[in-house]
Every structure is written in C-alpha cells, then in structure tokens.
C-alpha cells in the first residue's frame, strides 16, 4: 500500500473520524482521539452516537443517535475546503447510519486520503446484539470504499459470509481468507485478535504493494479486553500516515495492544472499562517522529 502522509513536519496530518462517543469506557472516539493526537495527527471527530458507556456488558447505558448530523457536518466540512489525510471509521449502530457513514466518506474523501474501515460487527463468532443481516450487508458495502480494513475473525467471516470457526489458525488458511478479504477492494487487509495453532496470539496482514503476507505473533494473555480493536486500528493508522511500512506498523500496533492488556491485568481493573493505553503515548510518539524524521 503505497502511504501517503503529510510529510511536513509541522502540519500535522488530518483525520476524520467517525465513530461512536462513548462517555465511560475506553473505545472509539475516546481511544482514537488520545492516541492519534499523540501520533502526530489532527483528529476531527465526526460522532455518530454518544452512550453514557460502551455496549459491551453494560447495562443500562444511554443512547443518542446522531445519523441525522453526519450528513449536515460533512457537508460543512467540505465547504470549509477542509482536506483529510485518512478517514476512519468504526462501529455503526444500524444500517442507515451506516449508509449515512458512506455517503460521509464520499464527501470528504480527497485525492491520496486513506480511508481505513474498522468494520466492528463481533467477536468470538457472534455478531453484536445491535447488529442485522442489513448491516452486515452495509459494511460489506462500505469496506469496499477503504483502503484499510481491520477485521477480527468474526467480523471477517461476516464480511465474506462464512462460517466462523473457534479452531486455532494456520498461516495457510489465514493467508486465503486475507487473499478474500483483499478481493472485496482494500489495498490492504488485516485480520486481528487470531489464535495461531502455535498458541500465539497475533494479527496477519496482506497488502497490494508487499510481497508475501506478514504474521505477527505475541504470547496470549488470557482474558477478555474491551476497546483493544480500537486501539490496535488507531496506532496502525497513526504509523501508516507517519510512512512507516506496513509490517513495522501492524508489530507497533500489537505491542502497544499487548502493554495496554498486561497493565490492565496487572492493575486488577474492571476490563468492561478498557485497557490502560495511557502510558504507552509517549513511545508512540516516539515512534511517528522518528519516522516522520527519516522521510523528511
């Protein structure tokens, strides 16, 4: 995938983002914003919904619908002649909204802008209770926009409407289903949160413009860790849009994920309310300067 970051050190590249505002819990906007920002990158947050908390075993949280917005904030940003570097976008809370995304990313997609689509849907081989046969159609619609598509097994099994199998993964058959995935339009495609058949735990990466597929192993931690999709997504677009190559990118994002999940674990903290990232701001930021540096 040929990377097209603002290479001016001192113009940040700019970011639409596009996704829910959760209040409590450490996903989405709430993720990408810190972690974006200290990558080096203006993040102008277009949200779709804001909840008092995340949906994922929360009860009782609040809930605003925004569908109705994105189409009236996306048209002034553009009459703003406001110009991205990438879009990114996220959950979706049904299909309108979702076509309401779509057209959003019509609107404000430049030429030479990534537009990388994070299409949460599920996990652990079910789809989350929001979601429907129509919105899983949408997002199959919408990840035919991107450039980047970041799903995990569950959401990648939807997208190519297969069944999902909890079975430990080789790198054979993670390299079809990324050869599958590819053929829905990315440029670059990667599949997060695997189970290797080595007992790692990982993400595999397949981009256009790299030859041989690329597997990123790391110990497991056990558990189950909520906003870690977002924060893996982000810190791979903040490393992409400073110029680093893909496989640097995707290993950043895994490390970053991995500290965050161990802290967390260390801290005995309630998961439902996200992974400590905070601490690791500062080596992103490393990080993108160096790299932002070297192509200078």
């Not at 949280?61 to 990438?86: C, E, I, S, V």
Request: aromatic share 6%; charged share 20%.
């Amino acid at each position: 995938m040929e990377n097209s970051p603002n290479n001016s050190l001192n113009i940040p590249p700019r970011i639409a983002a596009i996704h829910d505002l959760s209040g409590a819990g450490k996903c989405s906007l709430t993720v990408a914003l810190p972690v974006l920002s200290a990558m080096g990158c203006e993040v102008c947050a277009l949200p779709t919904a804001i909840l008092s908390t995340h949906t994922g075993n929360i009860p009782g949280f609040t809930y605003r619908d925004l569908t109705d917005d994105l189409p009236r904030a996306a048209a002034h940003w553009a009459m703003l002649g406001l110009r991205f570097d990438a879009i990114y976008t996220g959950f979706a809370a049904s299909a309108r909204q979702l076509s309401a995304i779509s057209d959003a990313v019509d609107i404000l997609r430049s030429p030479g802008a990534l537009v990388l689509v994070d299409p949460v849907m599920g996990d652990h081989g079910v789809l989350y209770k929001t979601y429907t046969a129509d919105m899983v159609s949408a997002m199959r619609r919408l990840c035919t926009k991107a450039d980047i598509i970041t799903p995990n097994l569950t959401e990648a099994a939807m997208l190519l409407d297969q069944p999902y199998s909890a079975k430990a993964r080789t790198e054979r058959t993670l390299s079809e289903t990324l050869k599958s995935l590819l053929s829905l339009g990315p440029k670059c495609a990667l599949i997060t949160g695997i189970e290797f058949d080595d007992g790692q735990l990982g993400v595999a990466v397949s981009d256009r413009s790299v030859s041989g597929d690329i597997f990123v192993k790391r110990p497991a931690i056990p558990g189950v860790w909520y906003g870690t999709g977002d924060l893996f997504a982000s810190v791979f677009l903040g490393a992409t849009l400073a110029g680093a190559p893909v496989g640097d990118s995707a290993a950043l994002a895994a490390d970053t994920t991995c500290s965050a999940i161990e802290r967390t674990r260390r801290n005995e903290t309630d998961p439902r309310f996200g992974v400590h990232f905070e601490a690791e701001l500062g080596n992103l930021y490393q990080f993108t300067s160096t790299w932002r540096a070297k192509l200078s």
